[in-house]
């Protein structure tokens, strides 16, 4: 978890706003809330001089991400940006509830109509980011930190991989399946074969990693052994075929299926769900595999896995060596909130909120972004 911290106490370089690309309507206001738009247009002939504060914060513990592409944001869409002042965390940093996180202060019209954008910018990226950290967290409790593949792109509208993705770095994982997934962050996608590939090969899965390893001969085979709903036996076959070749099996049973090793060993059955991915099955995955001299073989799970999940297998013990999650990281679960809270250098806020100074914040210039 070193790399993890070292995000957590927010010591990465902040990226460039080059990494970022946004839709040109940002500028339109075609993303604000209308009500921010007739604000801007009433404050310009009403109170054009007025300087206000903008401070945000949210209500839970979390990994914040999300600050490197507001701060583009504004540099890109505010007007004159060079004369507002902004302190900032880090992406990465660990906060509190009702922490200030950033803080925008400049006349309202330059940067007010973007106030619902970074709301929605800190809370999706800070929940992924949070989400994933919990994940890998959970995926390293028994001492020995098992590697977590951030599966979310059948989860996710695809227009959102990229930065998704750039938050699951941040949380803390270390591969992801698309290339988009890892385009903020400079690495390329990872993956094997899916079931389709076995599908192709007639349910044949050692001729489907015969071509796979033809194809790319480059990559460390990893076989998809679930496809016959026979880990067991499909995992020896593909094992003793390929030897030390073969790096790894991924278990991706269906929760709603109960594997064939169950069924030839229904003695086993009474005292556990046997649905899906399980620890009695990947204990016996493992043992089967070990009896046979393929201790080198790695076993991947993936298939609904959550934080609860990972931690309930990692207690047990389960001899699982990858996790790989998907739709329980993408869960949007922290809400951001944007509030003026200083008028021309005097509080001035609605009841119930204040400005809270925050010292850890650190003064962005933009000139350097």
Excluded at 18 to 47: C, M, N, P, Q
Excluded at 182 to 187: D, H, L, P, R, T
Excluded at 313 to 318: D, Q, V, Y
């Amino acid at each position: 978890m070193k790399e993890i911290e070292l995000k957590l106490q927010g010591k990465l370089k902040r990226l460039t706003n080059h990494t970022f690309k946004f839709d040109e309507r940002v500028r339109e206001g075609w993303f604000s809330a209308v009500y921010f738009l007739k604000t801007k247009e009433i404050v310009e002939d009403y109170f054009p001089n007025n300087i206000v504060t903008m401070q945000f914060f949210q209500k839970q513990d979390a990994v914040l991400c999300g600050t490197d592409e507001v701060i583009a944001l504004i540099k890109e869409f505010a007007d004159k940006p060079e004369e507002l002042e902004i302190f900032s965390l880090s992406d990465g940093e660990k906060i509190k509830p009702f922490e200030t996180v950033l803080t925008i202060t400049g006349p309202y019209q330059s940067f007010g109509y973007l106030e619902g954008v970074i709301d929605g910018i800190l809370a999706r990226r800070t929940s992924v980011a949070t989400n994933v950290y919990n994940v890998v967290k959970a995926a390293g409790i028994s001492g020995n930190q098992k590697p977590v593949i951030f599966m979310g792109d059948r989860d996710d509208h695809f227009t959102q991989q990229a930065g998704d993705g750039y938050a699951a770095h941040i949380g803390g994982v270390t591969a992801q399946a698309t290339h988009a997934m890892n385009e903020w962050w400079g690495k390329q996608g990872m993956g094997t074969m899916p079931h389709a590939l076995i599908q192709l090969f007639n349910g044949d899965l050692v001729a489907a990693c015969k071509a796979y390893h033809e194809k790319f001969p480059e990559d460390e085979l990893l076989a998809l052994v679930d496809y016959n709903n026979d880990v067991i036996t499909d995992a020896l076959k593909v094992a003793r075929e390929f030897g030390s070749v073969l790096r790894g099996v991924r278990v991706d049973t269906s929760r709603t299926m109960i594997d064939k090793y169950f069924l030839r060993n229904q003695h086993l059955l009474g005292t556990f769900d046997p649905r899906g991915v399980n620890i009695e099955l990947i204990s016996a995955l493992r043992h089967a595999l070990d009896a046979e001299g393929f201790n080198h073989v790695k076993i991947v799970v993936s298939g609904g896995f959550s934080e609860q999940r990972i931690i309930e297998f990692e207690k047990a013990g389960a001899p699982v060596d990858m996790y790989g999650v998907g739709s329980s990281l993408l869960k949007i679960n922290i809400g951001f909130t944007g509030d003026n809270v200083m008028l021309n250098g005097k509080h001035q806020a609605k009841e119930g909120r204040k400005f809270r100074p925050n010292p850890r914040l650190e003064k962005v210039d933009l000139s350097e972004i």
